[in-house]
């Protein structure tokens, strides 16, 4: 049992470049996030996704848009990549309406 | 709007000691708390909720509404707990409403 799985583990990427950020759970979870981690702010919402079909904004969502493939799948991309956007990006599940989280091990990515 | 603090980034404590894991929080309704481990180079877990009243691996936390905090206590540290620990709160409102704290890096001595 895999639980959330991230890929990739790491990214460089140059300023103005695109990437996916790709996110699969197994439990079979109604709701999915994407959160970002910087030294000193702790966890931030990007977007999440509490059933599918659905998607919103969480506390930071600009520069990123998110896809929610299906009930498994749930992608974070950024269309143009920013040096603010280096960051531990995290993708988690969770049943509806329950706020423990599993969360997959995170994707360290660095815009230069 | 609500806020979670963790007042020490690190805390270190000799093997057998207790240990003390600080969280206050700033919310005015009622919020669901969470203590979340991360061990060296793995992902970031659930530890234990305070809805649950639980202990998980000799830790417990308890709700104090009075104070607004939430800490993580075990009576005796272990090597194996060295590890960072996030406090988290969740409001009512929707899944915009968790927050997390800024983690405390717990250092057991051997």
């Known amino acids: 049992n895999a639980g959330v799985t991230q890929t990739p583990k790491f990214q460089v990427l140059k300023t103005g470049q695109s990437m996916t950020l790709q996110c699969a759970q197994d439990?079979?979870?109604?709701?999915m996030y994407w959160y970002r981690q910087d030294p000193g702010m702790g966890l931030r919402l990007i977007y999440y996704s509490a059933s599918e079909g659905t998607t919103d904004k969480g506390e930071v969502p600009n520069g990123y848009n998110v896809s929610r493939l299906n009930k498994r799948e749930f992608s974070l991309r950024l269309e143009s990549a920013a040096p603010s956007q280096t960051s531990v990006y995290f993708c988690?599940?969770?049943?509806?309406?329950?706020?423990?989280?599993?969360f997959g091990s995170g994707t360290r990515l660095t815009v230069v | 709007a609500q806020r979670v603090t963790q007042p020490e980034k690190l805390l270190s404590v000799f093997k057998g000691a207790p240990v003390e894991l600080k969280c206050n929080y700033s919310y005015s309704g009622s919020p669901e708390l969470f203590w979340y481990v991360q061990y060296s180079r793995q992902r970031l877990q659930l530890l234990l909720r305070h809805i649950s009243r639980e202990s998980i691996k000799g830790f417990t936390a308890d709700l104090n509404k009075g104070e607004t905090s939430f800490h993580l206590k075990k009576p005796f540290a272990q090597e194996e707990d060295s590890a960072m620990y996030y406090c988290a709160l969740a409001a009512s409102g929707g899944y915009q409403k968790v927050t997390f704290g800024i983690g405390t890096k717990l250092q057991v001595i051997p």
């Open positions: 988690a599940s969770s049943w509806q309406g329950d706020y423990g989280y599993t």
């Open positions: 439990m079979n979870h109604n709701s």
